[in-house]
């Protein structure tokens, strides 16, 4: 770190999540001497904008790393897997969003919400969480504090955005398609997507679930350090630009009133809760911020100690981007960035 | 009934579900005389098609239904409420789509692919059960059979058409709206639906719960004859035209394999199975015709004897007009309609 601040890599900096970072590591002001955007031979000589001025992409290679103190990846698994550890090598800590060291006992998977001690494990890399995942364990980590968390089942309402930009194109063009009684075409998504629903987000497993579906079951296991707790999700995208809504049944080991759950959602960080059932926050509500929104909280009828309610949050902000920065601020409040 | 066959009243005629309602009419032969379209003085003067020919449209009132074997109604709880008596007093039969009777111990409540035996208990008026109930106990009742129902947790995925043509009008709309700059208005839904999710359907209760989710839980109680039946519904509309999905979670009593069940469902009654997780179903799939597309079965690992798995299904067809057909076909198969 020089008196300066850090210098700080953007691995995807042309992605719909690279910029959200760029966007979050300024308004927060993380103490950035210099950004390099990196990005792949496709985006060569694009500009991204950084403090109001133009900052030139260059191409993401080995030698990227070498002045660098932090880089957060959202350039896809393939790239995290062949670039990470050579970043970590060079000494510069790696937040990745891509799914590839989430589940590595030895890579800490945060939530700063949630465990931010899980940070204390050293490690070079850092694994940001799923998008879903990690609305789905702020809501979840202060009603476990109240009552023991014992099965969670999820269905989620998942937009474009989470396939970044090519998915929010394809939305837009197939409903424009649709609109003029035009065939819509379908590349990103495995069914068209406008005016209609997709039970399938991410490739088919052995046992019938996707492996975003996996990704929700076994992140909250790991984030929640719950190693054994029970959750079954069903991953839907929806046609919404952006933002990820959820629906999810929760069973307690103890009881818990809709009034000590509110409390404790009321209290917890980065928890917008929602009150009255007739103002349930919708994705419209989340977009551009970094709040998780809580509404719709009820009484599940249906087993003991249960509690039904709905989730929403901004998928790039603080389903990707903000809760990288958030655990770089946390890297650097915990004296790692110090150099 | 004349030897030529039944009188047959649609009230609500010019509607969304009175225009299925006489397509499926035509479409299953039903042995129609005369069709007479009922309908409000807003529609006075309005014709619909009827086996090739514009047939008027007559304003309901309390002389309507003199000449009438059966009325399938669909023209709102408070219509049903006032002309459902009326009409059962002149001897004519009522199969009514609101949800006014539904859960009157003395109304049978049918799906005839479930329980086509409540039709003994004697009753002119017969209530057609909730659009989602419907796709629901159709895929539940042949798991019931073989594993014994013992918890269900449903999330939806609604579309704007249950709402009527209004619904699918205020879709296009504000969709139209927002591609092209201009500020949506919404009046039908409580929020704005294009690009986004709703989870309202109908009034809040005072348990937190909407009136849709209430109808869910305790239709399926009442047409799966289990009135013990733990349910939980989350009901959410989407930015969908035509056809409502849902996710479904499910405990059994006895353990069932993904296997039994798949062979339950293939060998069920309105039921389509798609085996293979990629072949999932969507909406799409299932406008314009009858059945309940059932995919993405698979064992839901968070409880004992679980399983978890996606329905479709037309809401405006097998959700409202085709089960008010069936339910017509049931009472003639019965004798009831020889008069």
Not at 28 to 56: H, I, K, M, N, Y
Not at 246 to 256: D, G, T, V, W
Not at 291 to 299: T, Y
Request: proline share 6%; net charge negative; glycine share 6%.
């Amino acid at each position: 770190m020089s008196t300066n601040g850090l210098v700080v890599a953007i691995v995807g900096a042309t992605g719909a999540v690279g910029e959200e970072m760029r966007a979050v590591l300024a308004e927060r002001r993380f103490p950035v001497s210099r950004l390099v955007p990196l990005a792949s031979e496709r985006s060569a000589g694009q500009t991204v904008e950084w403090r109001g001025e133009d900052c030139l992409v260059q191409v993401l290679n080995e030698d990227s790393f070498h002045e660098v103190d932090i880089a957060l990846f959202s350039a896809g698994g393939s790239i995290s897997e062949k670039f990470a550890p050579i970043a970590a090598d060079c000494g510069c800590y790696v937040v990745d969003n891509s799914s590839a060291f989430r589940m590595m006992p030895e890579i800490p998977l945060v939530v700063p919400e949630v465990n931010p001690g899980a940070l204390e494990q050293e490690s070079m890399i850092i694994a940001n969480p799923n998008c879903s995942t990690i609305q789905e364990v702020v809501a979840l980590q202060p009603l476990h504090a109240v009552a023991g968390l014992k099965r969670v089942v999820a269905s989620t309402y998942q937009s474009a955005s989470g396939a970044g930009r090519n998915g929010m194109d394809e939305l837009r063009d197939q409903t424009i398609d649709l609109l003029n009684f035009r065939e819509p075409k379908n590349n990103t998504f495995s069914r068209r997507l406008a005016f209609d629903t997709i039970p399938q987000i991410d490739v088919f497993q052995d046992d019938g679930f996707t492996k975003e579906e996996h990704k929700m079951m076994f992140e909250t296991r790991k984030i929640m350090e719950l190693p054994d707790l029970p959750v079954c999700a069903t991953c839907v995208r929806v046609p919404v630009f952006l933002g990820h809504a959820m629906s999810i049944n929760a069973e307690f080991e103890r009881p818990i009133s809709v009034e000590d759950a509110m409390s404790a959602l009321e209290n917890a960080p980065g928890v917008i809760l929602h009150r009255d059932p007739a103002d349930f926050p919708v994705a419209a509500d989340a977009q551009g911020a970094d709040d998780v929104h809580i509404g719709r909280l009820r009484v599940d009828p249906s087993a003991p100690n249960a509690l039904t309610f709905w989730v929403v949050a901004d998928n790039l902000r603080k389903g990707a981007a903000t809760n990288a920065v958030q655990i770089a601020e946390l890297l650097k409040a915990a004296g790692h960035l110090d150099g």
